[in-house]
């Protein structure tokens, strides 16, 4: 079992950032992809970025510039960073944790960009 924990969402105005941290714990194997989604109001979980454990990453189309993805591996955490947030960043972000082990989520971190 893994069990993810995320922390860093909150309310922010269009244009400003804010940092995601997802800290996994429990059977973490060596070789792992950890990613984040979202998911808006009335529309389904997509992928926002993901990264290898060996920092492999990629980016929906919709954030590229804006975001970045990066890990510790050392503390087997993964962290977002947001730039130049809009409006329709707004949603509920979610850590993913996939390996041979499993595919495990966290609970969730709401982000809300106001314009």
């Known amino acids: 079992q893994v069990q993810l924990v995320e922390s860093g969402g909150g309310m922010v105005q269009a244009g400003g950032s804010l940092r995601l941290s997802c800290a996994a714990s429990?059977?973490?194997?060596?070789?792992?992809?950890m990613a984040w989604y979202r998911q808006a109001p009335g529309k389904q979980r997509e992928l926002v970025a993901r990264i290898t454990s060996g920092n492999y990453t990629n980016y929906a189309d919709s954030v590229k510039g804006r975001f970045t993805v990066s890990r510790d591996n050392a503390k087997s955490t993964v962290y977002l960073h947001m730039n130049r947030l809009k409006p329709e960043d707004t949603g509920v972000y979610y850590c993913?944790?996939?390996?041979?082990?499993?595919?495990?989520w966290g609970q969730g971190t709401l982000v809300t960009v106001s314009s």
């Open positions: 993913n944790y996939l390996s041979r082990i499993g595919n495990y």
């Open positions: 429990g059977s973490i194997f060596t070789f792992n992809t």
